[in-house]
Nanobody, 126 residues
């Protein structure tokens, strides 16, 4: 059974940093892409970043480019999202997701991801 467990969320002031972790288990993720999405109250879920498990190719949403960095630790089966220069508009529930990369038409599309974590809350105060 595939499990994605996020951690690292919390309350931070604007300009601060947080690092989210996603511990993945239950199968080999070779050939998969692991992504981060976020959803703020009253808004649609938004693509944040993704990384391919095997080759480490990285993709970012326009709103986080230059501020967020996605990375993976294959040995630990963990994906990280380093978030710097946080803004109040980054406040959301952040979700980790996994999908088979070879089948993806758009790595930014939430429908491309089969497995999802439960989410972790990030709140940025002004």
């Amino acid at each position: 059974q595939v499990q994605l467990v996020e951690s690292g969320g919390g309350l931070v002031q604007a300009g601060g940093s947080l690092r989210l972790s996603c511990a993945a288990s239950g199968r080999s993720f070779s050939g998969y892409a692991l992504g981060w999405f976020r959803q703020a109250p009253g808004k649609e879920r938004e693509f944040v970043a993704a990384i391919t498990w095997s080759s480490g190719m990285r993709y970012y949403g326009d709103s986080v480019k230059g501020r967020f960095t996605i990375a993976r630790d294959n040995a630990e089966n963990t994906v990280y999202l380093q978030m710097n220069s946080l803004k109040p508009e980054d406040t959301a529930v952040y979700y980790c997701a996994a999908g088979l990369f070879a089948l993806m038409r758009r790595i930014t599309g939430e429908d491309e991801y089969r497995y999802w974590g439960q989410g972790t809350q990030v709140t940025v105060s002004s």
